[in-house]
């Protein structure tokens, strides 16, 4: 092996889906270091099944140091980034050979594992002790969470409200409509082209208000809305005239920033024109991976793996526990079979194979 003093120093700043597997990937090859405001990796296709059933997340939330362990972890807020070091909130100056941002969407969870898992369980509890529940947003987050809670508590209401005009719309109007069929027979209640204001709700009679001037009667709400990208770190950075107005960092086709020879960037942080799906920011990492080890290698830039946007990618909608939505490039497919897929395990297991983590063929849960 490399004497630990000649390998090149890879920062990697984000230890989300992407962050995290390219660290796993590059440990060995480079004096590796992770920069993460968390103490663990989270499987974030699985975490909706957290709040209605909270011993998943023994399986889902990973600390860091079970499957990276030839790195060192900085667990931190990146604040900044210079032409040779990764600045932190605490002060902490981190030096690099190669860096790669993986900071997707902001995220507001806890620093550590256990104060994690403490949130499903109050997550749960608030489910369970509501009659009524008031989810704001139709995107994926949104429609998922109303099927959770639809599937495991179909005694309680559930009313969904999304400012679109139709749910899913990352996706195509067809798995819409059939997200929107299911949900009815499910009797959630969709309110389409409305928001809520928080602030309206009249606390002793839990009655919040919508845009449309509905009353909706609510126990407990859950804001499923988009989240602002990880980039405002970036913005007073020598990588700001990298941000396009989206605030979203442009790219080549080798995953390098602003065509800077030693910067990547993988995940949703970037101007890749596809869908914005884990298994894309996956995909991201393994290319980043392979170019990072030939760099370190002195391999000539001609041998540099290329990233292709994934123009038919696939997206597929968990429904409770046993169905699904699933667009492929050529059908929209719901029921059973897209429940099979994905609803059952979450990709749970395949995640965490690939991270390392269930190595025994026999473990298929």
Known sequence: MEDERTKRVVVVVGGGVGGALLAKELQFDADLYLIDPKEYFEIPWANLRAMVEPSIAERTLVNHTEYLTNGRIVTSQAVGVTDKEVLTVDGRTVAYDYLVIATGHVNTTPRSRRERMEQFQQDNHKIKSSSSVLIIGGGPTGVELAGEIAVDYPEKKVTLVHRGSRLLEFIGPKASKKALDWLTLKKVEVLLGQTVDLDSMCENERVYTTSGGEKVTADCHFVCVGKPL???????????????????????ENLRVGGRKNIFAIGDITDIPEIKQGYLAQKHAWVVAKNLKLLMKGAKENKL????????????????????????????????????????????????KQMGLDPHPTDTS
């Open 305 to 352: 793996e290329k990233y292709k946007p994934s123009s038919s990618a696939m997206a597929a909608v968990s429904l409770g526990r046993k169905e699904g939505i699933a667009e492929l490039p050529f059908a929209t497919i719901s029921g059973c079979l897209p429940g099979f897929i994905k609803s059952r395990d979450l990709f749970v297991g395949k995640t965490r």
């Open 230 to 252: 990880g980039s405002s770190w970036l913005q007073e950075s020598i990588l700001k005239e990298c941000l396009d107005n989206k605030g979203r960092l442009m790219v080549d």
